[in-house]
């Protein structure tokens, strides 16, 4: 079992940044799997970034050149520092790892952007 705790959410204004953590309560140095995804009322889960492997990195389009995804081994952790926000990110940003075959989320961060 693999627990998470994400922090690092809070309120802020348009254009500014923030920097989530995801801490894993296990080491993470052989998890290759390991996103960061948002959800609003009503809406579903979205995929908003992934990091493969120690540095392989995707990002969903709305969110390219401003948002970066990064690992840290020793630490246990995976950041998503946000960039350049804007109102629309705001969201729940839950992290995600996959060891193994099962897939463990964290329990959601609140990112309010005001405009």
């Known amino acids: 079992q693999v627990q998470l705790v994400e922090s690092g959410g809070g309120l802020v204004q348009a254009g500014g940044s923030l920097r989530l953590s995801c801490a894993a309560s296990?080491?993470?140095?052989?998890?290759?799997?390991m996103g960061w995804y948002r959800q609003t009322p009503g809406k579903q889960r979205d995929l908003v970034a992934l990091?493969?492997?120690?540095?392989?990195?995707n990002y969903v389009a709305s969110v390219k050149g401003r948002f970066t995804i990064s690992r840290d081994n020793v630490k246990n952790t995976v950041y998503l520092q946000m960039n350049s926000l804007k109102p629309e990110d705001t969201a729940v940003y839950y992290c995600?790892?996959?060891?193994?075959?099962?897939?463990?989320w964290g329990q959601g961060t609140q990112v309010t952007v005001s405009s």
């Open positions: 990091i493969i492997g120690s540095s392989s990195t």
């Open positions: 296990t080491s993470i140095f052989r998890i290759n799997d």
């Open positions: 995600r790892m996959k060891l193994g075959s099962v897939n463990y």
